[in-house]
């Protein structure tokens, strides 16, 4: 059973950087998009990106200047960098997996509150 | 971007109703079209995707259809675990984006 856990810091400095990784157990990370969502609180979902085994990125176009991902597949790990955090950035932040044929995000994190706070 | 639409944005049923929720899509996205099911607390969980293939697990009572803009949820009768929230999502073209999601209460 594939499962993903999301690690980082739970408050962020306004004007500094988010970072999260997430773990995946349980199954390969090849041959899948590695994504990250938010929810901020109350709202609805925003997709951040992803990542590809291969290293290749696509960002959401609204939050492309900011975001950084990596990926270490020795791990079995992939990583979000949210550079210049305001309080805008509060959010429940999801690691999910994406299938290449983009059949759904079928398995998710259980999020992780990162809150932008002095 | 592809903006989705969802309506209603909230709805009251009882147990054993049949419910159904409407997603649009602000341009054709042929079948690309995935609906998940959030409950308090918890991630998203996939039910549907490619519009009308129900994911491994989940009850034969929910189903999708529709194509282009115009898509379907329907829970054939509700029962007490499906009070959720829902959310369609468009896999058609990047940035993926979701609907801002239909809030199922109870009666």
């Known amino acids: 059973q594939v499962q993903l856990q999301e690690s980082g810091p739970g408050l962020v400095k306004p004007s500094e950087t988010l970072s999260l990784t997430c773990t995946v157990s349980g199954g390969s990370t090849i041959s899948y998009y590695w994504t990250w969502i938010r929810q901020p609180p109350g709202k609805g979902l925003e997709w951040i990106g992803y990542?590809?085994?291969?290293?290749?990125?696509d960002y959401n176009p609204s939050l492309k200047s900011r975001v950084i991902m990596s990926m270490d597949t020795s791990k079995n790990q992939f990583s979000l960098k949210l550079l210049s955090v305001t309080d805008a950035d509060t959010a429940v932040y999801y690691c999910?997996?994406?299938?290449?044929?983009?059949?759904?995000?079928?398995?998710w994190g259980q999020g992780a509150l990162v809150t932008v706070s002095s | 971007d592809i903006q989705m639409t969802q309506s209603p944005s909230s709805l009251s049923a009882s147990v054993g109703d049949r419910v159904t929720i409407t997603c649009r899509a602000s341009?054709?996205?042929?079948?690309?079209l995935n609906w998940y099911q959030q409950k308090p607390g918890k991630a998203p969980k996939l039910l549907m995707y490619v519009a009308s293939s129900l994911q491994s697990g989940v009850p034969s009572r929910f189903s999708g259809s529709g194509s282009g803009t115009d898509f379907t949820l329907t829970i054939s009768s509700l029962q007490p675990e499906d009070f959720a929230t829902y959310y369609c999502?468009?896999?058609?073209?990047?940035?993926?984006?979701f609907g801002q999601g239909t809030r199922l209460e109870i009666k």
């Open positions: 999502q468009q896999s058609y073209s990047n940035p993926l984006t």
């Open positions: 341009q054709s996205i042929s079948s690309n």
């Open positions: 990542i590809y085994d291969s290293g290749s990125t």
């Open positions: 999910a997996r994406l299938t290449v044929t983009y059949s759904g995000f079928d398995y």
